[in-house]
């Protein structure tokens, strides 16, 4: 994997992950650690709750995201360093669902004050195997420059 530095991106750049298949088991397993809510972690718990049926957790939504942009689905070289942005989940991750993220480059602003970087905008879908959304990502991301040879 070729890992890009802030030169290396234009605005509508767009990029693709790869897949990440969740199961009841890693449902259930996030939840109990991290979001302990009937509709994570019992079936008919959740069926009686606003989502009719099991449902992973945001977060872990958010996590599998985060895995998957790392993975290679923005391959920024220093990294994904976040500096703000905003989550949305339209719809919830079941168990069987096949999740891959879609990315697209919103804008670039080089930093007049560190000339090392720039800040980076994206758009992130998190997407099932049927293509609909289950999370949307707006994040501020921190690019590194191309080093300069001195």
Known sequence: MTLLFLEDLVVGQRFDSG?????????EAF????????????ESAAKASLFGGLAASGWHTAAITMRLLVGGGLPFAGGLIGAG???TWPQPVRPGDTLRVESEIMAITPSRSK???????TRSETRNQQGETVQILLAKLVVQRRPVDG
């Open 85 to 87: 942005g905003e989550i």
């Open 19 to 27: 897949f990440h298949q969740v199961d009841r088991a890693q449902i």
């Open 31 to 42: 939840a109990k650690e991290f979001d302990p809510q009937p509709f994570h972690l019992d």
């Open 115 to 121: 000339p090392d970087r720039g800040m980076v905008a």
